[in-house]
């Protein structure tokens, strides 16, 4: 049971454990103070972003246990550890903290403020970074020359991911071999291991065994190595048990790491036929009290260069600074940047396209990147896609021809109809790795995967991807089988344990197939070559005559063939087998690094009607037309954007996480403060998808897990603002957010 | 103090000694090793706990062991047949991909056997807000609603 603190910001005097050390069943007692003493140190960042000014990024220390200050409500200040769970609980209360509570500040914009209380010592302005990208003489330029300019300032809401599985870790060391193991929900093992180890335990990493085996949702909230994984590891070996925590509900939501928390001001330059010259865009990024492990890069590397969105804007700059508050860690969460970019981009081109008296989607049409290989002004080079295709079959899924007469119908009865759109585009598997690494990234964006053929030709595959709901036991399976022309039963995936599988680097930016995907294809190849060889040496052939299709290795123009199971059994009984020239055995290993992220993009069209007496929205109709590349598996691509959708209807409508500007307390602590969608909140959604197959993969594969959360957003928010005419509507536009706009445009 | 409880859990009868406070998910899972039930919010919001109690879905997470006393427990290890069949709401989940995560799996198929034994033939807008207190965070609900759609029928075919 860890001791949190109940204040945002306060120093810690002095903790008294005497009275919860001799409490029933109390094994241990730990504080910060003890981690210090142990020799541990604190989490580490993963990704060094450079400030304008040349230097890099300010990196406080970020301890497992809090030394000296708390800097959030819900920081770690001690740890129990009893024989029960309730005995550990009942002893946390014991705990003494005589806390000085200081002054807090939550948001980014008086975090930055004169006289604002300092977090941390090394950041005496609590500024982290200030990062820009893009040419700012150029775009200022433009900006002078252009026919009109809209502007717009908005709040990215922060969001509290809330995995339905609470996170949950069990250290256990054995004296007997002197290994730790770690069972915990974590969405990439191999990472969470090698920052333990290497960076804050300082234990030798091929000691140390970490499993995620079954994870019930992450959405990025698991992908971070958070203190109570290193405390628990510790500690077993200091108690000589195995540890279990599990979070309750209300430790999620103080100590998950949240997401988003941008304050924006962003402006698009068009000429007089609504052709878009330039993009300027200015963001606060609330970072939390700590930098969590990739925290840094959210809102600059994974957000400004979205800014081209599917548009050919020449000249765009963005500049961000990132502001530490005293606030739960922000990291990536579904999206991670993008979502934020898409709205930035779409509001504004929808905005603009009302303020010319443009269609929206004819102001689209006219910006939209039509010839690939792209060069963006934001750093990236889209390979390929067609945002015509997707917006047109948006248009006709949605009868947006329609739209007119189901307004009318509407207003008939008294409710407000409105049609809002979002073409977003997003950027996955962040890749190469020394481009990354150029950029700032202190880990590589490779995956790796194994194949391992048994003598009977049934498959394991161990991949480093992790599977915590997107079924890749399922597309992977699917992948192998048909490259080897074997049942699909034959196929077993293995992932999330550190002492199975060689190397990974997780799950996380829908980067599974693609990336992971790629990995286990190459290593599926190198199979097949073997495989040629053995064959041939069977058949009696030219290794060049033999051909593989359907599981069977043929010599070509003849009648001559093995299938892929005997040449398996051949690998592990090699008595007639070339020994001389090839090592027995079926069992291949690939690393991949992509050469480029890859580029999903989609036109969603939202309709939506509000009832002007009470502001309620509700969602009438919700059209996602994606370009997934290649679509392995349909039904689980389709369930990854009805989640994703969720999670962005989420954001527009209902989900906000509110910290008390004085307290610094969370408000939102708990399911029935912050809400969640709901089954009655969201509509039966209507999908469909386009096809521009990857360019550099050899799956054509792109990513689908964030498309949704990325894209529905502004969709939400242009239907709200088409249907009550008002510009501008806060997320989550909540029943009281837009009634409350549609008084003030009625008093206006 | 330690109090006895004993209840019918998956038709069999079951008794112990448990500490007063003693939640009944607690028991379940801890107790009786049924893990199938799970605890998402403490707070009986979520709905993972669900179980049904004497035929009637409650949440497990917010009474106590004590409360169910003499009680009929039926949790998600209860609900296939013995020999493994699954029951149609299960085969339907399987079929129609109504679960991602799982982890809100157990809690949303006893709702949805419950749901569909008050409302024998639910519309849509019935099932969504029969749902109320079952979240997924995963699936979108889209496919949860369309599997207990489908499984309506076959339920109602069961008795």
Redesign the interface.
Known sequence: MFVRSPHAHARIRKVDLAKAAKAPGVLAVYTGEDIAKAGINGLPCGWLITDVNGQPMKEPPYPVLAQGKARYVGDRVAVVIAETY?QAKDAAERVEVDYEVLPAVVDAAAARKQGAPAIHDIAPDNTCYVWALGDKAKVDDAFKAAAHVTKLEFVNNRLIP?????RSAIGAYSRADDNYTLYVTSQNPHVERLLMTAFVLGLPEHKVRVVAP????G?GSKIYLYGEDVVVTWASRQVNRPIKWTA???ESFMSDAHGRDHVTTAELALDKDGKFLAMRVHTAANLGAYLSTFASCIPTILYATLLAGQYTTPQIYCEVTAVFTNTAPVDAYRGAGRPEATYVVERLVETAAREMKIDPAEIRRRNFIKSFPYQTPVALMYDTGDYQATLDAALKLGDVAGFAKRKEEAAKRGRLRGLGYSCYIEACGIAPSNVAGALGARAGLFEAGEVRVHPTGKVTVFTGSHS????HETTFAQVVASRLGIPVEDVDIVHGDTSKILFGMGTYGSRSLAVGGTAIVKAVDKVIAKGRKIAAHLMEAAEADVEFAEGVFKVSGTDKQVPFAQVALTAYVPHNYPLDKLEPGLNENAFYDPTNFTFPAGSYVCEVEVDPETGRTTIESFVAVDDFGKVINP??V??QV??????GIGQALLEGCRYDPETGQLVTG???DYC?????D?P??RLDTRETPCTHNPLGVKGCGEA?AIGAPAALINAITDAIGVREVPMPATAETVWRALASQKAA | MPVKVSMTVNGKPVAAEVEERTLLVSFIREHLRLTGTHVGCDTAQCGACTIHMNGNAVKACNMLAMQAEGADILTIEGVAAADGTLHPMQEAFREHHALQCGFCTPGMVMSAIDLVKRHPKPTEAVVRAELDGNFCRCTGYHNIVKAILDAAPKVAAMR
């Open positions: 309730n809330n995995a339905i599985e609470p079954d994870v019930g949702g959405f309750e509900r209300v915590h709901g997107q079924g039904m689980i389709a369930g009805h989640g994703g959708l969720t999670q708990t399911m029935s969640l969608p709901r089954a009655g969201v039966s959604f949704g």
